[in-house]
């Protein structure tokens, strides 16, 4: 009987591409972990749309209405956090960290 390793998978948003490390074993890819092509391009875009929030500093990022956009981006991460775990199935655990607000969320 094959006995799988539980992974622990850390999302989050980072210049150039997604973050998303497996606790364990370091910077993964969403290739790596055989996430369907469609949720690979939904993490791709959400991305995308987080790199004018990551350059900025923490006193710009407190402003209504970049916190309004940093909140929208959390939930959406949020959403591809479960969907990345839905996808992995039992042997992992996913997690979300807000490069907005610099934290870890409990999804």
Do not use: F
């Not at 997604?18 to 690979?40: C, F, M």
């Not at 990022?61 to 956090?81: C, F, N, P, T, Y």
């Not at 960290?97 to 610099?102: A, D, P, T």
């Amino acid at each position: 009987m094959e006995v799988r390793k539980l992974k622990y998978i850390r999302l989050s948003a980072d210049y150039l591409e997604p973050s998303i490390i497996d606790q364990q074993e370091g910077r993964t890819s969403p290739q790596s972990l055989s996430l369907s092509s469609e949720l690979q391009d939904v993490l791709e875009d959400w991305n995308l749309h987080y790199q004018s929030i990551i350059q900025l500093s923490m006193k710009e990022r407190s402003s209504g209405q970049v916190k309004s956009e940093i909140d929208r981006l959390d939930s959406e991460g949020m959403v591809i956090a479960q969907k990345i775990a839905t996808e992995l199935g039992d042997c992992a655990k996913v997690e979300y960290y807000s490069e907005g607000l610099l934290k870890r969320i409990n999804t």
